[in-house]
């Protein structure tokens, strides 16, 4: 079965500043990897995911995010945040091959961007 | 515009009371799913259903019941038996595809209280 750890469950950062948030997984077969935001009491909603191909992989608001295979990783990043990206981030992790996938979260990274 | 309707978005009960949380879903998507949030721990699956009339335990499944009576419906019922119900219940879907990914699309979630 596959599992996922998110290493830091807060991560404050000045607006403007650049962010990492990171991400590990643990899988014995190849997975499909996402990353999620949720906005306060709101649902999740997808950042960015990758499937196969370039293993640098960009999504909405200016994040982007790295499969190391050999790290067994999946980093999420921006440049430079805006406080509007204040929110929680969630990674999760999927089994290729599966005949009903289903996806495993972490236990999320609140990132607080601060003036 | 599809997308998937949780309702109520908040709801207070009082302890030996069962409440149900429903689900809708126009999407058109075949597997529909349950998870509860908790501060600090991530999502966790309460129940899933791939199809019509058929729906299968989850992680967490004591102290809850589903059905799946209609493709676009997916109510959640969280009974006296639950021993902490209090928590953030989210409702999500997923496309059939070529391919299963695991990717899921999520509503706004449903806040429940018990008081």
């Known amino acids: 079965a596959q599992s996922v750890t998110q290493l830091d469950s807060q991560v404050p950062v000045f607006e403007e500043a650049p962010v990492e948030l990171r991400c590990n997984y643990s899988?014995?077969?190849?997975?499909?990897l996402f990353w999620y935001v949720q906005y306060p009491n709101q649902g999740l909603q997808l950042l960015l995911k990758?499937?196969?191909?370039?293993?640098l992989v960009k999504g909405i608001n200016g994040f982007e995010a790295e499969f190391n295979k050999s790290q067994t990783s999946f980093h999420l990043r921006k440049p430079s945040v805006h406080i509007s990206d204040t929110a929680e981030y969630f990674c999760?992790?999927?089994?290729?091959?599966?005949?009903?996938?289903?996806?495993?979260f972490g236990t999320g990274t609140r990132l607080q961007v601060t003036l | 515009d599809g997308g998937i309707t949780q309702s109520p978005k908040y709801l207070f009960r009082k302890e030996g009371q069962n409440v149900t949380l429903s689900c809708e879903q126009n999407l058109n998507h075949d597997a529909m799913y349950w998870y509860r949030q908790d501060p600090g721990q991530g999502l966790r699956l309460i129940y899933y259903?791939?199809?019509?009339?058929?729906?299968q335990k989850g992680d967490i499944a004591e102290g809850y019941s589903v059905s799946r009576e209609k493709k676009e419906s997916f109510p959640l019922t969280v009974t006296s038996a639950q021993k902490n119900p209090t928590a953030f219940y989210l409702c999500?879907?997923?496309?059939?595809?070529?391919?299963?990914?695991?990717?899921?699309?999520f509503g706004e979630g449903s806040r429940l209280t018990v008081l």
């Open positions: 990758y499937l196969s191909g370039s293993t």
């Open positions: 999500a879907s997923k496309e059939r595809t070529k391919v299963d990914t695991g990717e899921l699309f």
């Open positions: 899988s014995s077969v190849s997975v499909y």
């Open positions: 999760a992790v999927s089994e290729r091959g599966g005949t009903a996938s289903k996806l495993t």
């Open positions: 259903s791939q199809i019509v009339n058929d729906f």
